[in-house]
């Protein structure tokens, strides 16, 4: 598939999460696009986080059933199969994730379409071959590589370390977590750009009936009652950004993207349609908030005194916008939904990123974290000299091919046990390796810290998770036993994939 030479974006009134509704307007708009599913189609919603604490952070069930509906009616015949494919966030299993958020009761409401849960799912090499590329080879999962028609189906929110999610940043779901984490750092819009030479869709359609202001995965709602599709994700990626009156190109992977001739953010290139005028989007919109605070200031006002230096890599980021300093916010508002006492909780605490240079004001009883692999300071804490080395690895030492999947119950240990040794030997701090620290790690850590309700533990979310946990872990394991390989490398083992692939991005 090409990057379409004339980019359209449809802008769509809607103001009710109505399956039947959105089925008409989705089939409206593939009739616009002149667009007819065909071969192995694929769906991909935004399900990074979903449950009672997480209502805003996802692509509605509703809106995904109509545009199955939709493309069941327009091109049923030509499809071989039918499927919807996400790998959610924060290291909780698919599965979970799929109930939680009303998918398993919709898909049961369509019968007949697959749902695919990226990490069990057989894991295929990618080679890059553009020249601004992080590494030279990928994965991701085989429903991915393998799918004739991707309709890309993200959710309208901001983000708080790339500024928006909208179609492109969608993406981060199309590996497992071994793969996601990988280049999850300050080269974060970097890592996006380069997903996109694996696959473009063909449809792209974002749930801004109620968008999310402000965060990633536990957004406030902002009810703009709109759908949006397109047939380009950097021209969609672009009206998105000037409907919340952001300059796409100050967006880091869609002006990445759209320098390696994945589209244009140029306006006056891009046929605009639809029900609502871009102006008219635009009023609905007025005053929404991005994400994009550093952590220092986030964190002002609160019991955590955050400091922040240059990640590696100086030459391409004073900040680490997609790691660690980013991970800590997601972690403390999710602690937050969980525990509404979490701030009164949190004792006054330190938390240090990066290669930081500036005193660290901790008094008697205060604890110090340096959190990252590349967390660097020297200096006194509580009257003793410190100092902590840089242990950053760079990139080309992490083979994707190689690295470990880390087990988040193996994590949970892991952080329990350091902070109890740091306690036992009363440290003056706690170092945290990792590159990224996940938000999963930042939610252990600070739940540790000041016995706040860790979101594991909570019997609700406990159950199911423990029961989705089991349920991957016996599914990938049941494949082992039947001698499919979790991931397959080299070009003559990915079958007739790669060659469609590359075909695709017409790279
Ligand atoms: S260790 Fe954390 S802060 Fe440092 S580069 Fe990696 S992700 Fe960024």
Known sequence: MRIPAEPKVIIRHCDEYDAARIRVIAREALEALELAPFGRTLVKPNLVAAGPQFPFAHTRPEVTEGMLRALR????????????????????PTRVTFAESGFDAMLERVPGVKRYCFEEQQQLEIAYTHPERLRDYVFTPAPVAQADFFVNMPKFKAHPWTTVTFSMKNYIGIQDDRHRLIDHDHRLDDKIADLQHIIQPQLICIDGIIAGEGRMLTPKPRRLNLLVFGNSQVAFDAVCCHIIGVDPRSVGH??????RGFGTTDLSKIQLSGDVSLEEAKSRAEGFEVGLIRVEKYFEGTNITAYAGPPPEREHAEYCWGGCPGAIEEAIEILRQFDEQCDEKLPRMHVVFGDYQGPIDAQPGERVFFIGDCARWQGEIHGKPVQVESVYQHRD???????????????????????????????????????????????????SVGAVKNPIFEPRNALSFNRGYLGWRLATAAKRLRGEAYQVKGPCQRGEAAPDVRDKTGS
């Open 73 to 92: 009616d327009v091109g049923n015949d030509q499809m071989q199969e039918l499927a919807v494919g996400e790998r959610c966030g924060i290291t909780v």
């Open 254 to 259: 869609i002006r990445l993207a759209e320098d």
């Open 397 to 447: 030492s992490k083979d994707p091919y190689t690295i470990k999947h880390d087990d988040v119950y193996a994590k949970l240990v892991s952080t329990i046990g350091k902070l109890q040794v740091r306690r036992v030997r009363d440290e003056p701090y706690m170092r945290l390796t990792g590159c990224p620290v996940s938000v999963a790690e930042q939610v252990m850590l600070l739940a």
